[in-house]
């Protein structure tokens, strides 16, 4: 037998346990989706961990795609996330065409997940701050150092990741950039793989499902006391879990009965952007590819006074802005204010409905 093929099967076997941590429902629905979400998280981590290792080569890859399907940390229905394993020793080109999608913004990193479920922000850089020439091209450095001109996008030292985000507001009818890096000053010789290369890959792929199950695992134990109020936790947590730093987010847990909604009402800022999303006990977005699980600024009809109203239930009430549960009766939330001038926290309360069974 291969002792490292060995070694990453006992500790996947071992990251399993989780899906037994008291906090864990153990209906067949969470359990489900717990195994299929691990799954997931391997899949991400060999992507990440295994393939497209190597600084001096590096590649923007898309995990969580529509075909991938890969959902980590209430992600966005509307974003495109891309990310390239970097190293703040080198220097990087990014080039691009700009298209049409409101929202895009590049940061860099360090990727600690594999160690201890966090991320730590280093730089940030976004399309508005880009030249963008006649025919919509760009590009910008990614370095320690500042370049002499351009737009640049600063590492640390120990920088190991350049993410990306583009978010759509009117996904028909908007096209996103598209984007490609070169490291600027590869050096050394390419060696072939070897077992202990693999063995380390392996190692810290475990580590990346490890420390990104164990991290929202805790924002659910944090939240659940705490089902169906919206709270501003501090954004502090959510930032080291590699949030956008001109986002705010609210997020939360919410649990409803067959006959029960949940409805929220808020008022809206002067933002660029802002959605709410039903999540799963995974920190999961349900799925938006198939029914109406979330809401942005393109899509929310507000009330005559300028407020919004939004009404969580299992099945539509007619009051407008109704996200379906999907067959949940408990899970997460997540509410995003991006680059807004102020940050209201909305009020909420469960109801009886009718209908409910039909």
Same mark, same amino acid.
């Given at each position: 037998?291969?002792?490292?093929?060995?070694?990453?099967?006992?500790?996947?076997?071992?990251?399993?346990?989780?899906?037994?941590?008291?906090?864990?429902?153990?209906?067949?629905?969470?359990?489900?989706?717990?195994?299929?979400?691990?799954?997931?998280?391997?899949?991400?981590?060999?992507?990440?961990?295994?393939?497209?290792?190597?600084?001096?080569?590096?590649?923007?890859?898309?995990?969580?795609?529509?075909?991938?399907?890969?959902?980590?940390?209430?992600?966005?229905?509307?974003?495109?996330?891309?990310?390239?394993?970097?190293?703040?020793?080198?220097?990087?080109?990014?080039?691009?065409?700009?298209?049409?999608?409101?929202?895009?913004?590049?940061?860099?990193?360090?990727?600690?997940?594999?160690?201890?479920?966090?991320?730590?922000?280093?730089?940030?850089?976004?399309?508005?701050?880009?030249?963008?020439?006649?025919?919509?091209?760009?590009?910008?450095?990614?370095?320690?150092?500042?370049?002499?001109?351009?737009?640049?996008?600063?590492?640390?030292?120990?920088?190991?990741?350049?993410?990306?985000?583009?978010?759509?507001?009117?996904?028909?009818?908007?096209?996103?950039?598209?984007?490609?890096?070169?490291?600027?000053?590869?050096?050394?010789?390419?060696?072939?793989?070897?077992?202990?290369?693999?063995?380390?890959?392996?190692?810290?792929?475990? %580590?990346?499902?490890?420390?990104?199950?164990?991290?929202?695992?805790?924002?659910?134990?944090?939240?659940?006391?705490?089902?169906?109020?919206?709270?501003?936790?501090?954004?502090?947590?959510?930032?080291?879990? %590699?949030?956008?730093?001109?986002?705010?987010?609210?997020?939360?847990?919410?649990?409803?009965?067959?006959?029960?909604?949940?409805?929220?009402?808020?008022?809206?800022?002067?933002?660029?952007?802002?959605?709410?999303?039903?999540?799963?006990?995974?920190?999961?977005?349900?799925?938006?590819?198939?029914?109406?699980?979330?809401?942005?600024?393109?899509?929310?009809?507000?009330?005559?006074?300028?407020?919004?109203?939004?009404?969580?239930?299992?099945?539509?009430?007619?009051?407008?802005?109704?996200?379906?549960?999907?067959?949940?009766?408990?899970?997460?939330?997540?509410?995003?204010?991006?680059?807004?001038?102020?940050?209201?926290?909305?009020?909420?309360?469960?109801?009886?409905?009718? %209908?409910?069974?039909?």
């Amino acid at each position: 037998m291969n002792a490292v093929w060995e070694k990453f099967c006992a500790d996947l076997l071992d990251v399993g346990k989780i899906l037994h941590d008291d906090i864990v429902p153990q209906d067949p629905l969470t359990q489900a989706e717990g195994v299929r979400y691990l799954s997931r998280l391997v899949r991400y981590a060999t992507i990440n961990c295994v393939e497209y290792t190597d600084p001096r080569w590096p590649s923007l890859t898309s995990a969580p795609n529509p075909n991938m399907r890969t959902k980590i940390g209430a992600d966005n229905p509307d974003n495109i996330y891309l990310r390239a394993n970097i190293s703040g020793r080198h220097t990087y080109r990014v080039t691009g065409t700009r298209g049409t999608i409101p929202l895009l913004t590049f940061g860099s990193r360090v990727n600690r997940y594999h160690i201890d479920g966090t991320m730590l922000q280093t730089g940030d850089l976004h399309a508005h701050d880009v030249e963008v020439d006649e025919h919509g091209r760009f590009s910008f450095i990614a370095s320690v150092d500042r370049p002499a001109e351009g737009a640049w996008l600063p590492l640390a030292p120990d920088s190991n990741l350049i993410s990306v985000r583009q978010t759509y507001q009117d996904r028909p009818s908007e096209i996103p950039a598209e984007l490609s890096i070169e490291c600027l000053d590869p050096d050394g010789e390419f060696a072939p793989l070897t077992p202990e290369q693999m063995s380390e890959r392996l190692t810290a792929a475990i %580590g990346m499902v490890r420390g990104t199950a164990n991290t929202f695992l805790e924002w659910s134990r944090r939240f659940r006391p705490r089902a169906n109020e919206i709270v501003d936790w501090g954004q502090e947590s959510f930032q080291k879990a %590699g949030g956008d730093p001109t986002i705010f987010y609210l997020h939360g847990y919410w649990k409803l009965a067959e006959d029960e909604a949940w409805v929220i009402e808020t008022e809206v800022p002067d933002c660029e952007y802002f959605n709410f999303v039903l999540q799963n006990f995974w920190v999961e977005s349900l799925d938006f590819h198939r029914t109406n699980i979330y809401l942005n600024n393109h899509t929310a009809k507000l009330n005559d006074d300028g407020t919004l109203t939004i009404v969580v239930a299992a099945k539509d009430q007619g009051h407008g802005n109704w996200i379906n549960t999907d067959g949940h009766r408990e899970g997460t939330f997540a509410l995003r204010w991006i680059k807004a001038d102020s940050h209201p926290i909305p009020t909420s309360k469960v109801v009886k409905v009718r %209908g409910a069974g039909r």
